[in-house]
């Protein structure tokens, strides 16, 4: 696609619901990064996907959260047993190989957890 | 200590004016550097990235960099009232494996 594609653009969830965030990456891109912006604040790495590697988990911040890319395109966030501090804008970006290359992101997810 | 570190301002200036931002990395292996500018309730948006020490400019944006002493900036001449965003500086570190961002620089430009 032409850009970074996130989907929804806003979710809001009861408290102990599991949520689903999607995102579809530039066409060609094979680094795909998660990233979580809460209100005034900067943003907070989650998870890196290159290609067919093992992606990089260290930001993850419990075990209710994961996330999947599908045959190295569309990528899952997944959160589950929503709680009120997972509410934020999560972002997605890509970029064309590896970190030290431009990654642009999608317009991002407001969650808001009731 | 964090990996990225920037003033958070507000930082304002006069439209017209040219715009300093700065920011400071710890990892000295870094090796991409770039500026993203977010206005409020938006994504992040690309609008410089630095390789290589020295300076780079594009339109009325130059970034600077200087890797003896970790540090690289953003010049914004002629400032404008539209560029009044959050000004986030990212670097990769040698490994590559993510961008390491900054908290982000608010400016305000005065008409």
């Known amino acids: 696609g032409a850009g970074v594609s996130q989907s929804p653009s806003n979710k809001v969830t009861e408290k102990g619901k599991d949520v689903e965030l999607r995102c579809d990456p530039i066409?060609?891109?094979?680094?795909l990064y998660w990233y979580r912006q809460s209100l005034g604040q900067g943003l907070e790495f989650l998870i890196y996907f290159q290609g067919n590697s093992a992606p990089d988990k260290s930001g993850l911040p419990s075990d209710r959260f994961s996330a999947e890319r599908t045959g190295g395109s569309v990528s899952t966030l997944t959160i589950q047993r929503t709680q009120q501090e997972d509410s934020a804008v999560y972002l997605c970006?890509?970029?064309?190989?590896?970190?030290?290359?431009?990654?642009?992101f999608g317009q991002g997810t407001r969650l808001t957890v009731v | 200590q964090k990996e990225v570190e920037q003033n958070s301002g507000p930082l304002s200036v006069p439209e017209g004016a040219i715009a300093s931002l700065n920011c400071t990395y710890s990892?000295?292996?870094?090796?991409?550097f770039f500026w993203y500018r977010q206005y409020s309730g938006k994504s992040p948006e690309l609008i410089m990235f630095i390789y290589s020490n020295g300076d780079k400019e594009d339109g009325r944006f130059t970034a600077q960099l200087n890797k003896a002493s970790q540090y690289v900036s953003l010049l914004i001449r002629d400032s404008q009232p539209s560029d009044s965003a959050t000004y986030l500086c990212?670097?990769?570190?040698?490994?590559?494996?993510?961008?390491?961002f900054g908290t982000g620089t608010s400016l305000t430009v005065i008409p």
């Open positions: 990212a670097v990769t570190p040698d490994t590559g494996n993510q961008f390491y």
């Open positions: 990892d000295r292996g870094s090796q991409s």
């Open positions: 066409s060609g891109h094979t680094a």
């Open positions: 970006a890509s970029s064309f190989s590896q970190g030290g290359t431009e990654a642009f």
